[in-house]
T-cell receptor, first 116, second 112 residues
């Protein structure tokens, strides 16, 4: 069965600090997809990134970067020079062959608070 | 504009009073799902549909019903809501099994 663990329930930082959100996943499949979503205080889910299991290249998008390591089953998310607008709940999620990719299995979420 | 539209956005009801949360997508997607979000648990899938008249249970289907009579609509029905169904609900759609899921804006339900 699939499982996604975000061990950090809450993180609090001061603006301009770098912060890393951890995500560890479990799946028996060799083909799977990993995602990060952001949920700002307004409540909607904002898609940030999708990565398939065959692409282990790290990705950078502006202040955001993602580190995918199959050897440790981790897909960590780093925000560089955090800003108050980054305050949100962040979810890591997985879809795989066992569920025919029809379901996203989410982690518990990490509440990030960035103080001015 | 590509959209998944849920209505209502907010709903307060009482135990046992049947309600329906509507979900509609304008992208001609085949796959649609319902999730509920609870603190400390993330989002969990309630039901999903792979096509018209094809639906299946997700992880937490008890107390919910769905129907898929048209491709664009996937309503979530609570026949007899209970307080433990107080939650934030999301509808999602995608064009294929391996494609990105688009989420609606969410429906915040309180059952008193």
């Amino acid at each position: 069965a699939q499982k996604v663990t975000q061990a950090q329930t809450e993180i609090s930082v001061v603006e301009k600090e770098d912060v890393t959100l951890d995500c560890v996943y479990e799946t028996r499949d060799t083909t799977y997809y990993l995602f990060w979503y952001k949920q700002p205080p307004s409540g909607e889910l904002v898609f940030l990134i999708r990565r398939n299991s065959f692409d282990e290249q790290n990705e950078i998008s502006g202040r955001y970067s993602w580190n995918f390591q199959k050897s440790t089953s981790s897909f960590n998310f780093t925000i560089t020079a955090s800003q108050v607008v980054d305050s949100a709940v962040y979810f890591c999620a997985l879809s795989d062959e066992e569920t025919s990719y029809g379901k996203l299995t989410f982690g518990q979420g990490t509440i990030l608070t960035v103080h001015p | 504009e590509a959209q998944v539209t849920q209505n209502p956005r907010y709903l307060i009801t009482v135990t046992g009073k049947k309600l329906t949360v509507t979900c509609s997508q304008n992208m001609n997607h085949e796959y649609m799902s319902w999730y509920r979000q609870d603190p400390g648990l993330g989002l969990r899938q309630i039901y999903y549909s792979m096509n018209v008249e094809v639906t299946d249970k997700g992880d937490v289907p008890e107390g919910y019903k769905v129907s898929r009579k048209e491709k664009r609509n996937f309503p979530l029905i609570l026949e007899s809501p209970s307080p433990n169904q107080t939650s934030l609900y999301f509808c999602a759609s995608s064009s294929g099994l391996e494609t990105l899921q688009y989420f609606g804006a969410g429906t915040r339900l309180s059952v008193l």
